[in-house]
């Protein structure tokens, strides 16, 4: 099943991207990954994300479209892959209808104003890309999963995370009728613990197979 995970900025999109990828044993695709490893690598494609990505924009599509039609190339995306977000603008849809077919949309659905917090407060394991919160990590700076070590995004500090949610708004939220209107769309309630969260996906995706 090919399978793209919309949802605003802090919604909980890679948290339940590791969990779904691991269920239906799906290769899990985040473009905001995918940029990260290129910076920390010091890319040609890393330099160029860098300027957009810290001030929480967009790269340009023709980029990002052209690095995520290549790896859906790849040999483990025969089988059904998980987009973790990508696309996140009309122009990105389209051009991902042109070279490959999307079974379902999970729309993570939750209310903006609770994201500035959980994006803040976010950190993540350098090894192994798990997602955690400061609230609910009692002090501890090691990830539970791998024991790597917990860093803070760059881009998830108060003025960058306003642009995103703005950038958000303006381009990515029209996709939810984009897929609506071609009944892929799987609206899932976001808020809850991620367990409860994960359940409703998993519902949803059993009755959508
Ligand atoms: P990207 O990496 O995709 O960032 P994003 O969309 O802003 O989303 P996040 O990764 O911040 O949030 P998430 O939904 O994955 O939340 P998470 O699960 O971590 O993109 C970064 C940048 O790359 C973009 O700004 C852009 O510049 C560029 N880019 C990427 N894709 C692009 C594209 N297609 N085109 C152009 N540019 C692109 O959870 C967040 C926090 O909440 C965590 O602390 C987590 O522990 C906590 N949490 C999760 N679930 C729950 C829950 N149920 N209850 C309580 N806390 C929870
Ligand atoms: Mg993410
Ligand atoms: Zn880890």
Redesign the pocket.
Known sequence: MNII?L????????????RIAEKYRLPHI???????DNIKRGTEIGLL?KS??????????E???KI?EGRLKEADCADGYLL??????LF?AEELDKFSKVDAVIN?D?DLS??MD??C????CKDCG???????LGGKSDCEKCGGELYQ?K??NEE??G??LK??GEQ?APLIEYYRKKNVLINID????????FARIAAALGQAK
């Open positions: 995970l949802g605003a900025p802090g919604a909980g999109k890679g948290t339940q991207a590791t985040s473009t905001g990954d995918i940029f990260r994300a957009y990505t810290d001030k929480g924009q967009l790269v340009p599509d980029v990002t479209c995520v973790d977000g990508f696309p996140r603008n990105q993570i939750i609770l994201l959980r994006l407060g976010r950190r993540v798990e997602s955690y919160h400061i609230n609910f995004r881009d998830d960058t995370v642009n995103r950038v958000y990515t976001g808020v809850g613990t991620i367990d409860e969260v």
